[in-house]
């Protein structure tokens, strides 16, 4: 009988230990399974900020390109001649110039009517 028992009481501890490993092992299971999901949502969020940057940076180069063509096309000479035209500046049809013998006697180099 005490063979038995024995015997019995060794079945008994090898089944123990493969409970326990068998725990043990679907703890480290389950443990990876949610580090891997916590991770995977980790870059999915990290994937969608970089969606929005990367939309950003389109749009400011959108922007930047438009702001450069109206500098452009403000500041061609055309423009600036015909801004020019519309402040009442023309262009002189007749031009004096002053000699400077006449401004060297008396102190005059221009005059009002």
Same mark, same amino acid.
């Given at each position: 009988m005490?063979? =038995?028992?024995?015997?019995v $009481?060794?079945?008994?501890?090898?089944?123990?230990v493969? =409970?326990?490993l068998?725990?043990l092992l679907g703890?480290?299971?389950?443990v /990876?399974v949610?580090v891997?999901?916590?991770?995977s949502?980790?870059?999915?969020s990290k994937?969608? $900020?970089?969606m929005?940057?990367? =939309?950003e940076?389109?749009k /400011?180069?959108?922007?930047n390109?438009e702001?450069e063509?109206?500098?452009?096309?403000l500041t061609?000479?055309?423009?600036?001649?015909?801004?020019?035209?519309?402040t009442?500046?023309?262009?002189?049809?007749?031009?004096?110039?002053?000699s400077?013998?006449?401004?060297w006697?008396?102190?005059?180099?221009?005059k /009002?009517?």
């Open positions: 005490r063979l =038995r028992n024995t015997k $009481e060794g079945e008994q501890k090898k089944s123990n493969v =409970r326990r068998t725990m703890g480290i299971a389950g /990876l949610v891997t999901v916590v991770v949502v980790n870059y999915a994937g969608s $900020e970089l929005m940057v990367e =939309r940076i389109s /400011l180069t959108t922007e390109s702001v063509e109206q500098i452009v096309k061609s000479v055309s423009n600036l001649v015909e801004g020019i035209e519309e009442g500046f023309i262009d002189p049809e007749k031009i004096e110039y002053l400077s013998d006449l401004a006697g008396q102190g005059i180099i221009a /009002l009517p």
